[in-house]
């Protein structure tokens, strides 16, 4: 491969890697070219990128973008990811029905290194998604108390006027 070809492939790296929280290392051995397609499959669905470039390239991307990246042994494949957690799940899940491959090596976690253990807890959380919708769940419950609260105070000042007012319509 020319010098040009190597740098331009750093170049793209760099350029997927601006806007991600999450860059995965996984050693994709053992894994034939259709789980290989499923795994890319999969991930493209998640929005996430699976890249496998050489070990030199991609350290050398991973150090020009401001990060610092580990040393890099054996084959490669980069997941790129702008949502970790849904990134963490799919090789997670992929890898449990696979026979454990892809197998993560680390990786880089807004910034900070992160090893295959932290992978696996990223990947227990919930998403997004289920995180904002257990908060909105959260804050309406008061809401919701709150608001039967007034209703039933209203509740009962109407009882209490229409009582008053039928007290004073008999003794009139």
Do not use: C, H, W
């Not at 070219?33 to 499959?41: I, N, P, S, Y």
């Not at 999969?42 to 996430?48: D, E, P, S």
């Not at 029905?97 to 910034?111: M, Q, Y």
């Amino acid at each position: 491969m020319k010098r040009a070809d190597k740098e331009q492939l750093v170049i793209e790296l760099k350029e997927k890697m601006k806007g991600a929280t999450a860059l995965y290392y996984t050693d994709f051995t053992g894994l034939n070219v259709k789980r290989m397609t499923d795994l890319r499959r999969r991930l493209r669905k998640a929005n996430v990128e699976y890249v496998v470039i050489k070990n030199t390239l991609a350290l050398r991307a991973v150090n020009e973008s401001g990060l610092v990246g580990e040393r890099l042994k054996g084959p490669t494949g980069l997941v790129v990811a702008k949502d970790a957690v849904a990134a963490a799940k799919v090789i997670t899940d992929f890898a449990k029905e696979n026979d454990k491959r892809p197998t993560v090596k680390g990786g880089l976690f807004e910034g900070k290194a992160v090893d295959a253990a932290q992978v696996t807890k990223l990947a227990s959380m919930p998403s997004r998604e289920q995180m904002l919708g257990e908060l909105g769940a959260g804050l309406q419950s008061p809401i919701a108390a709150l608001v039967g609260a007034l209703n039933g105070m209203l509740s009962m000042f109407a009882g209490a006027v229409e009582a008053l007012k039928t007290q004073r319509e008999g003794a009139a």
